[in-house]
């Protein structure tokens, strides 16, 4: 089976650099999906990688190491609306497009 | 505007009281899903469709029935719900299965009693 594994918690300070990463065993997917949830709302789409490397997306980058199952998003000059759960996901290439969660880190940011 | 909905929002209810979650998408997308997400536990999917018509089974289906008559709407029915079916569900919704971006609902906190 599919699992990625993700740390519960992470805390930073304002202005700052944190890395969040994400950790898999899975038999093969089509990529690594970053969603973002605030306290109360929706997960919302943040990037994709489909291959190795980095993807930069403004504040935010995400990257990709399929030979060491391995990726993370990295948030940069960290602003207080940036304190949200962050959510690793990866589309199942065995079981029909199914999109498998992480159970997300809750980034905490103190000014 | 482009979006996914759910209705109710909120929802208090007792045991056995068959009950239904709407969710509607106006962006003529191919592919919907429910998920329930529990603290620490993330998102779990229920079910999943592909286009009209077609439906399969998430990681946690028991408990659950979903219908895919037209494009838009992917309503998940409860026959019977049990207290460990309160949680957070929400909808989602990719313009195709093989999309990476997933479109969500607001959310419907269900609460069986």
């Known amino acids: 089976g599919q699992s990625l594994e993700q740390p519960s918690e992470v805390t930073a300070v304002e202005g700052a650099i944190v890395q969040i990463n994400c950790t898999y065993q899975?038999?093969?997917?089509?990529?690594l999906s970053w969603y973002q949830q605030h306290d109360g709302g929706a997960p919302t789409f943040l990037s994709y990688?489909?291959l190795d490397g980095l993807e930069e997306t403004g504040r935010f980058s995400s990257f990709l190491s399929r030979s060491d199952s391995y990726g993370y998003l990295l948030l940069q000059e960290l602003q207080m609306k940036d304190s949200a759960s962050y959510f690793c996901a990866v589309r199942d290439i065995d079981s029909n497009y199914q999109l498998i969660w992480g159970a997300g880190t809750k980034l905490i940011i103190k000014p | 505007e482009a979006q996914v909905t759910q209705n109710p929002r909120y929802l208090i209810t007792v045991t056995g009281k068959k009950l239904t979650v709407t969710c509607s998408q106006n962006?003529?997308?191919?592919?919907m899903s429910w998920y329930r997400q529990d603290p620490g536990l993330g998102l779990r999917q229920i079910y999943y469709?592909?286009?009209?018509?077609?439906?399969d089974k998430g990681d946690v289906p028991e408990g659950y029935k979903v219908s895919r008559k037209e494009k838009r709407n992917f309503p998940l029915i409860l026959e019977s719900p049990s207290p460990n079916q309160t949680s957070l569900y929400f909808c989602a919704s990719s313009s195709t299965p093989d999309r990476y971006e997933q479109y969500f609902g607001p959310g419907t906190r269900l609460t069986v009693t």
């Open positions: 990688n489909a």
């Open positions: 899975t038999s093969g997917f089509y990529g």
């Open positions: 469709s592909m286009n009209v018509e077609v439906t």
């Open positions: 962006m003529n997308h191919e592919y």
